[in-house]
């Protein structure tokens, strides 16, 4: 067994479930509507001991500095004509903040976190031998009777939601990982579907026949998933709006579809109970815009996580003695950068505002134009161009939105590539710098409006950028300072 030098809060709850409160200065937090008071702590309340006895943990998947800055200066852009302020997330504002190095892998990071073990890229719930099984901190609390809930906007035997309850050598293997989730027997699981729900081959026995006989009712229904409890017993609440499996981006939703924050606030109703309660929810598709290299739908990502997040903070505030609060990312994707070349100093991320949807959703409707209109000329398909993203081909010298004459031929070399079959496109150095195997016209156009605003991009991949961890509540304290990625939960 694994020892290490710092024992984590987390260890400590499950060891003794207890811990001893140490002061955080008494401060007020403005958290959109919600204040929050931090525990009147003093010296006499630093000896006494107390229970987290429900611990929220949020994960942005691919969320690091820049990618929570890059929200707060565009809310703040927006906010402010004319001048550029921080429009501060909630949970920036959490009284302990630190940060932790990981390593650029998903499951592997996910399974530090979930079990404070290392081990290698893709294995999840393995020791390094590939063999001995890892308890998470979310079996281990469960064995002591809390309830668990597991949520991601993403599907949910991928490698971050499987690291809470799966064991298996390779984050491939979808539907081992599924059954191990039926077999979990947690309480709450919730947010996009599952990954081959038939297997690899399509040969196996239907998931979600699987999970309802081991008792879970799975249901699609909004009405029904926002009327759930903690009457309602084990359940899978699968968003009924979904693409590919996962959540649409928030840009992409519209007012009526379900969001993060509506499947955290059913959560803790499902969840709320005597005993307690540990909830995992994860911010999934931040990864994918930065891999995809698209900041607006990045950053509207991220908004909508503080959005789930202030719901934690409600109860939070009802339950402040009790209530543990842990905010923070597995890795960096895309190699975000708020500054880029051109633009200098300056910045106008109010220029992301013309921005209507994802690559993802832009992706789809370039699609369908296209293959309505296999005519279409350059000038033609450019007015989709300026409707979805507010790019101009001219107009006045100062209309930051106009092109120059540099990104119009990119933009024109991009849809030239876009118009050929994908096993006809370039391929080598250069194409792999300025497209990275994205939908070409799409990919130059974000490009073009993250930089024209002043952020750049230098991966299509993970990058090794440290990420934060915020806190608050009962142990927060634990969180301060720089650490590496096992702190969570030391064995
Ligand atoms: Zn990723």
Redesign the pocket.
């Known amino acids: 067994m694994h020892r290490f030098k710092k024992i984590g809060i987390i260890a400590s709850l499950v060891a003794t479930m207890t811990f001893s409160m140490v002061a955080c200065s008494s401060n007020n937090l403005e958290e959109g509507n919600e204040t929050i008071d931090t525990a009147e702590a003093s010296n006499e309340a630093s000896q006494e001991t107390s229970t987290a006895k429900y611990i929220f943990m949020f994960i942005g998947?691919?969320m690091s500095y820049p990618q929570v800055n890059g929200a707060q200066i565009y809310n703040g852009t927006v906010d402010n004509e004319d001048s550029v302020e921080l429009t501060r997330l909630g949970f920036t504002e959490f009284p302990v903040t630190g940060s932790a190095s990981f390593a650029p892998d998903?499951a592997s990071t996910a399974t530090s976190i979930a079990s404070g073990v290392k081990t290698h890229s893709g294995v999840i719930g393995l020791e390094a031998d590939k063999t001995t099984e890892v308890t998470t901190i979310a079996e281990q609390l469960k064995e002591k009777g809390y309830k668990v809930g597991i949520v991601s906007t993403v599907t949910l035997n991928h490698a971050t939601p499987a690291a809470f309850y799966a064991n298996v050598e390779s984050r491939n293997s979808y539907y081992d990982i599924a059954l191990q989730m039926a077999d979990s027997d947690f309480d709450y699981f919730a947010g996009g579907e599952l990954g081959q729900p038939t297997g690899k081959d399509k040969d196996q026995r239907d998931i979600y026949e699987i999970l309802e006989e081991k008792g879970y009712t799975v249901t699609r229904d909004k009405d029904e998933i926002l009327s759930l409890d903690n009457e309602s017993g084990k359940v899978y609440a699968i968003n009924p709006e979904l693409v590919g499996g996962a959540m649409e981006y928030s840009i992409d939703m519209d007012e009526d579809s379900l969001k993060l924050s509506d499947l955290v606030s059913t959560g803790i109703n499902v969840l709320d109970n005597e005993e307690g309660f540990f909830m995992m929810v994860e911010s999934g598709k931040v990864?994918?815009a930065?891999?995809a290299n698209d900041a607006m739908s990045n950053i509207q990502d991220v908004v909508a996580f503080d959005e789930a997040i202030s719901e934690a903070v409600k109860f939070y505030n009802e339950h402040p003695d009790e209530t543990l609060i842990i905010v923070t990312g597995d890795?960096e994707?895309g190699g975000m950068t708020l500054g880029q070349a051109t633009t200098g100093y300056d910045t106008a991320f109010d220029l992301l505002s013309n921005q209507k949807m994802s690559y993802e959703a832009f992706d789809e409707v370039l699609k369908t134009y296209l293959e309505a209109n296999p005519n279409a000329s350059f000038d033609d398909t450019f007015s989709l161009v300026t409707e979805n993203f507010g790019l101009l081909k001219e107009g006045e010298d100062d209309n930051l939105l106009v092109l120059t004459e540099y990104e119009l031929n990119k933009v024109k070399a991009a849809y030239e590539e876009t118009l050929k079959p994908a096993e006809e496109r370039a391929t080598g150095e250069e194409a792999t710098i300025l497209y990275g195997g994205y939908e070409p016209l799409t990919v130059t156009l974000t490009h073009i409006l993250n930089n024209k605003a002043g952020i750049g991009w230098t991966s299509y991949?993970?990058t090794g950028l440290p990420v934060p961890v915020y806190a608050i509540g009962a142990g927060a304290e634990e969180f301060n300072g720089f650490y590496d990625n096992n702190f969570f939960l030391q064995t």
């Open positions: 998947d691919g998903s990864d994918w930065g891999h890795h994707t991949s993970h």
